[in-house]
């Protein structure tokens, strides 16, 4: 379980949305890889994985943003980022997105090695769980996408979650179906989104939880963002965020 | 025509990966064949096991089962035939009448001593047929087409009989493709698989679509 | 119908709007993705399965000439002749030709995607020749003056209520009742005669056998042969892409598409047509026609060979989340869903269609039940690319993503940007969350947008690094 690396140094990328709108999720992360015995370092020149270009088509965009991403993280033993989706990006596209070029092509597979979603790498690769952690909540579980099929994410922020004291999981039914985010698709197709996941709202309500956790911030918004307009009283947070401990802080959408 | 078919087998050829090869007795031809036969080796790996080691026990476990919903009896020898059908129809509610497959083996029976009237006409009556093969991987009965098998009986009748003899059942889909390999195929080869069904209203199953409300398989022999 | 006319937004806010559409689609949809689970739980060899499957259209994608001739020398020695249409156009006009040729008055047609593809349908019409509807759905459709909502279930958006309505008003045989079997009893005794009575039968194939020139039909519910059976000619539209080695390879890809389609293990009636009437058979068409329809097929094998791998199961419509709220029609497509997104492109053009490959999410739930594991995302985002690079995407789009992009390769550019974007979004929140913001509508009119803290974590975490207060 553990990894041949006694301290590794590890690249944080804390992903575009987690940096404007939840740095909370970024903390939760440095102090996560920390306790798991990493050296953390976060490069201050990241931007974005390139993910909304790639999806929108725009294959020049993206080879670019993919190439500064690799020159700015290669360096680092492990690149951990806390989100499926960007971190699908960068292990599954940017060899698609810099197929054409046999340099960075070679650069972009070894850095698909080297690069984990946070939880998956706290389970897999460090066999971490929190000591002493508490939270006297019922949670349900989103599954977001990426991370869900694209990575195989599924069981280890439930083992996360588990070693959280007086948590309790509550399954959700429909967790693996999509929550309508999709990028530029909520925006694009909002009226289309928004009946995906009114649907999803639904479902979350109906578990009798009062906390909703997931992997993705851009999921976890837009659930966060359908629940308060329909009136739940549902909150949602990162799963990293409890697991951090930090789970009796503001929950999305709430005053800081 | 002829234009269509060049033009389309033109741009088949220039768009080929295989680099030429898959013409009509070019060199490619025997490659294909022999890649075509490995996708077919190791069946037990791609195809679901039999609920049970004896293959006659699969087939009624299959055809009895919710997804075919087929109706299943065992005679000795063919002579009871004519009761067991009686019996059935009885028990349905349904006229004593049937319509039968222009068949030897069903011709020579006594149908009159069972009280069944043979009729010329099936109008979603009944109808007795006899299958040449029984597959229980799908709990499946097969009916080729002949100057003795008119297809189209088997979907104007109401009720289907299905004769089946338990030598002639197969464990395997496959096993049928290969008791018919190199034969002349037949106009029609039908595999039946329970009675006509439709769930085009709602995803819900209602059975009589078209054709038989029901298929009562009596499978003869083995017993 | 609905193509062309209005654009997919405005058809998929009607849609939207549309509970009973819904309901429908839930009912048909629901029942079909829970059928499948089960079916595939029950076949532990799926996996295996699936990937024999793959490779087994693979290798008929690679070979397609071969097949094609071999099936073609087959099909003649049966005794079938074989037609060959490079469009839809071509394919249309051979059917008809046949049928005037036969003196059709009515044709009976079982279930064809294909037929839908090359407008066969209307081709009928416009020839004056009756056309009945075999299929259930497909009847139904036929009632209503509608098309094909799903590839599988072409009557998915209309609830048992309204098929009650059109059966009492268009059926001889008036329904007993709106339940389900009533209603299936109605449109039983309506469409025998018509079987009968028709002079040409036509129908799709799921599969063309090649060693032996036969055609499968595969239906639960016997339409297929009441179809072709009793008319004097049968013909058989399909697709180049149909083609398997043989009767085996055929059973291989059926246990695939029945458990994928219905969650069966195999369909009621799977009959393999080959050739007309021998002289010694009890029933049987006297004319049998063969139309190999191209259709785009060739240029797919060059540009989405993948795609031909399709055998048109409907389980990734059923399990997509965008289908599953806006139904077939929105799609203004013959084939709806994330397979109709790849391939209306191809039969339409895409610079008519270049909607259908964004209303997609990419989550991956189609490619993860393909039977056949078509990267359906994947083909999306392909088309996505294509239509970037022929600048077909939207001005603002392009602006939006290329100004971001710029931004994004310009590190402190993009860190100032994102502070004052903090700055300007913190001055629409109230508490926590921010419920209407300009730029954002696309967002809020629906969700509300949590609220950014002050500072963004980046500049947070390196402000407490050189010991600044955070
Ligand atoms: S793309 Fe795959 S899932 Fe969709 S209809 Fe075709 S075979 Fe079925």
Redesign the pocket.
Known sequence: MTSAIECPRVGLFATCIVDVIRPRIGFAAVKLLEEAGCVVEVPERQTCCGQPAFNSGATKQTAALARQFIDQFEAFDYIVVPSGSCAAMIKAHYCEALADDHEWLERATTIAAKTWELMSFLDEVRGYRPVGIELEATATYHDSCSGLRELGILEQPRRLLKAVDKLKLQPLPGNDVCCGFGGTFCVKYSAISNAIVGEKAEAIDGTGAGLLLGGDLGCLMNMAGKLSRSGSKVRVMHAAEVIAGMGDGPAIGEEE | MTDARDSILQSLRESSNTGGAGTIGGVGSDEIAAEAQALLDDPIAVRPTLPSADIVDSFITRARGAKVGATVDRIASMETLPATVAAYLAEAGERAQLCRQPTPSLEALDWAAAGIDVRGDIDDGAFVAVALWGISETGSVVVHSAADQPILSSFLCGVQFIVLKAERILAHLEDYAAAVQGDLAPRNACLITGASGTTDIEGSLVKGAHGPRELHIIIVGGV | MQVGMTSFKARAKSALADATLKTAIDRTAGNAETKRATAVGEFPQFDAARRRGRKIKDHVIANLEHYLTQFERNAIASGAKVHWARTSQEASRIVIDICKAANAKSVTRSKSMLGEEIGLPHALEAAGIERVETDLAEHIVQLADETPSH?VWPAMHKTREQVAELFKSQHQELPASDAIPDLVESARKDLRRKFLNADVGISGANFLIADTGAICTVTNEGNAELTTTPPKVHIVTAGIEKLVPSLGHAFMLLRLLVR?ATGGDFTQYTTFHCGPKRPEDADGPEEFHIVLVDNGRTKMRRELPEML?????????NHCVVYRQIGGHAYGATYP???GSVLTPVLDGLKQSRELPHACTLNGK?AE????E?P?PSLLRGWRERSWKEGLEPVTVRAGIGGWAFVARRPGLYHMATAIAVRLMRLFKRGGRIAWMPFAGGWTEYRDLPAPPKKTFINAYHASRRGAKP
């Open positions: 590839i994928s791998r399709c055998i048109r199961c409907g389980a990734c419509m869903g994330p397979m189609c039940v393909c039977p056949v078509i359906l």
